[in-house]
């Protein structure tokens, strides 16, 4: 490739390679590790330990943690139960419910975007024994109310709906369905990982009953996240899925990760302090990113609502290329494709499938996730090179020439046109 370019750019101000994943896991922020280092260090005490300074120094630490998380979403302290991350968050909202809540009902409703946390934790449950609704999203990839309305029967128990897509970035309307769900008498989950800390997220404001959050998505540690589970109106109460000696209150069990926590509270507590500046700035870079993409290239399109999204996502499928291919053109750009990486077989994902995309332009997605480290030269870097690959690509797609000679594709039966196997 083209090193004496690459060159020229670093020698501009852009460190290679790029990192524009932040959907994925966010570095960490050093503010944080700061606050981290005594308790990886000399400050090791058990907060569990109850007859001795080492022990309640680490309490008094993870105490201050449970005050700054509760604040940033609107909660008490009491209502905050820390975990190994959101994906544990997931499971025990969802199984922790379904079993306390068993005698009451059976049925729980979630929609096609989820995260594999949710999806799957729901596909266990079925297995179980539960009826799980899997609602479709419209084809800016939003949930339908009244398909919320209608879902709600009198054995549901529980309503799971994201706040933020991790791929897609699209926000779901949290508030309405919450509404929806107090005044029926269900209770509501939300896997607000990618929501908190970049768009304003309220639990009462929202009628937000459990809400799943991590630390490696808003520049905390990984490894360490949180439950939120309400204490009044309604006081919900939940089985706990691991047991032992009886930590946050018998709901989750094992020794807290004082220094992971430590993490996460000081994440929260910077992502509030800036919120709607950091949401701003990187909307700008985004939206930069994106009117240059457009600028250089034709038979690009945004995948989900623009209107309803994270600052920092940006997801768009570039025609007639092959993200993968795209990915090993922009190897010095840490993204995502529209390929769930996951698996050996490269599907398109689900969640761009969900939204009524066909299998060829799944593939040609591209997930952009820019964060607080994002910079403009960045954006500039990441836009010309992705123009000038998926150029170089297309010069080499029959397709594309097609296109470009008036030829319509959508006559044509895309398996047989011979662009994938
Ligand atoms: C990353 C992510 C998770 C999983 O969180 P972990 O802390 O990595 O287990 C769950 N839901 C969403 C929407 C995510 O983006």
């Given at each position: 490739m083209d090193e004496d370019n690459e060159q020229k750019i670093d020698a501009a101000?852009?460190?290679?390679?790029?990192?524009?994943?932040?959907?994925?896991?966010?570095?960490?922020?050093?503010?944080?590790?700061?606050?981290?280092m005594p308790w990886l260090t000399t400050k090791f005490g058990n907060a569990a330990s109850r007859n001795h300074s080492f022990g309640w120094e680490a309490e008094r630490a993870?105490?201050?943690?449970?005050?700054?998380?509760a604040h940033l979403i609107g909660a008490t302290a009491k209502e905050i139960v820390f975990t190994s991350g959101a994906t544990e968050s997931d499971n025990l909202a969802i199984k922790g419910i379904a079993e306390m809540y068993r005698e009451r009902g059976h049925h729980i409703v979630t929609q096609a975007?989820?995260?594999?946390?949710?999806?799957?934790?729901?596909?266990?449950?079925?297995?179980?024994?539960?009826?799980?609704t899997f609602l479709p999203v419209k084809a800016d990839g939003i949930v339908?109310?009244?398909?919320?309305?209608?879902?709600?029967?009198?054995?549901?128990?529980?309503?799971?709906?994201?706040?933020a897509n991790n791929e897609i970035g699209v926000l779901q309307p949290?508030?309405?369905?919450?509404?929806?769900?107090?005044?029926?008498?269900?209770?509501?989950?939300?896997?607000?990982?990618q929501a908190v800390g970049k768009v304003p997220f309220h639990v009462i404001d929202d009628f937000v009953d459990l809400a799943s959050i991590s630390a490696h998505k808003i520049y905390g540690p990984k490894g360490v996240g949180a439950l939120y589970v309400r204490r009044r109106n309604p006081r919900v109460q939940l089985a706990a899925e691991i047991d032992g000696g009886g930590h946050e209150r018998g709901m989750r069990s094992g020794t807290l990760n004082v220094p992971g926590i430590v993490g996460l509270g000081k994440a929260c507590e910077l992502a509030g302090e800036n919120?709607?500046?950091?949401?701003?700035?990187?909307?700008?870079?985004?939206?930069r990113l994106k009117a240059k993409l457009e600028a250089g290239l034709d038979y690009v399109q945004v995948n989900g609502s623009m209107e309803h999204r994270l600052s920092g996502n940006l997801n768009m499928s570039f025609l007639y290329v092959e993200g993968e291919s795209l990915l090993m053109g922009i190897d010095d750009v840490a993204v995502s494709s529209g390929s769930a990486c996951t698996s050996a077989t490269l599907e398109p994902s689900y969640v761009l499938k969900a939204l009524?995309?066909?299998?060829?332009v799944a593939h040609s997605s591209i997930r952009f996730g820019l964060g607080r480290f994002t910079t403009e030269a960045e954006v500039d870097y990441v836009a010309a090179k992705t123009i000038q690959v998926v150029r170089r690509l297309r010069e080499l797609s029959p397709l594309y020439e097609m296109v470009k000679d008036g030829v319509d594709l959508s006559r044509m039966e895309w398996d047989k046109a011979g662009t994938r196997d």
């Open positions: 101000g852009v460190k290679l390679p790029i990192y524009m994943d932040n959907q994925a896991t966010t570095p960490l922020d050093p503010r944080v590790l700061e606050a981290m993870v105490d201050a943690a449970r005050e700054q998380v975007t989820e995260h594999k946390a949710v999806l799957d934790t729901c596909k266990r449950l079925e297995r179980r024994g539960c009826r799980v339908d109310l009244d398909d919320v309305r209608r879902a709600i029967d009198d054995k549901t128990i529980l309503v799971s709906i994201m706040a949290i508030r309405e369905i919450g509404q929806i769900c107090h005044e029926r008498g269900v209770l509501f989950h939300t896997d607000a990982v919120l709607l500046q950091e949401a701003s700035r990187t909307q700008c870079l985004r939206d009524g995309l066909g299998d060829e």
